[in-house]
């Protein structure tokens, strides 16, 4: 991973590690998640349901941050914040792109957005739990959006139990709503069918390429997941 840039970047609630092979697209992925956040708030202000709802909201023509998280929510049936990470971190990454870079990545608040022409290792990362940290993705086909939901370990709202739940798409939006989605119903005595409860959910939503779930000590697959490489604490 030679002849990459690679920074650290805070805006109000967003997070994030930006990755690209030019430093001007390290530049215009900080400005899209500035711009990209400001547009969302001025919307937030005139529909203050947008926020708050637990439900699905109809998707406006503009902005473009809006629309793409109410979309995102409808396919996954939750609340539009819940794409609010993946969406900004989407719409960074096109931004780096038009730039003309050959990689591009962002990281928000855990959730990756990623167009790259090399391969790209992410750490699956949930909290205290003993495998956090410990195994990663090798990411080789691009575009792809990697989001993890954790009922135990986040700061973000979950009605389920699981230690987390690993999304994969095209695009981060809907990995980040579908991950929420399946995370709301891992849960249950039985780690087995709590697993297969938030499987059975993430398959009926199209445009999820797979899973992984963590709950009570197991874990449970389906769908398309990228290499597992295990990740040395010097990595971290």
């Not at 609630?13 to 030019?22: F, G």
């Not at 391969?119 to 993890?148: K, Y």
């Amino acid at each position: 991973m030679k002849n990459l840039f690679k920074q650290e970047f805070s805006y109000k609630d967003s997070n994030c590690t930006l990755i690209a092979d030019k430093k001007e697209g390290i530049e215009a992925a900080q400005e899209s998640i500035k711009r990209n956040r400001i547009q969302l708030e001025e919307y937030i202000v005139a529909h203050p349901k947008f926020e708050w709802t637990l439900k699905p909201f109809p998707a406006p023509e503009e902005p473009l941050v809006a629309k793409l998280m109410a979309e995102a929510s409808q396919k996954a049936n939750v609340g539009p914040m819940a794409a609010v990470a993946g969406v900004l971190a989407d719409l960074a990454v096109k931004d780096i792109v038009e730039f003309g870079c050959d990689v591009a990545v962002v990281e928000d608040g855990g959730e990756v957005s990623a167009v790259s022409n090399v391969p790209i290792d992410v750490a699956f990362a949930a909290g205290e739990e003993p495998l956090s940290r410990r195994f990663g993705f090798r990411l080789c086909e691009f575009p792809v959006g990697v989001a993890t939901s954790s009922g135990r370990f986040s700061h973000a709202l979950s009605f389920g139990d699981a230690e987390a739940a690993t999304v994969f798409c095209v695009d981060a939006g809907l990995a980040d709503a579908v991950a929420t989605a399946v995370g709301n119903v891992v849960k249950g005595d039985d780690p087995n069918a709590g697993i297969q409860c938030g499987i059975d959910l993430a398959k009926s939503i199209v445009g999820v390429e797979g899973v992984l779930i963590v709950y009570k000590g197991c874990v449970g697959t389906w769908g398309k997941i990228p290499q597992i490489i295990k990740i040395e604490p010097k990595e971290l």
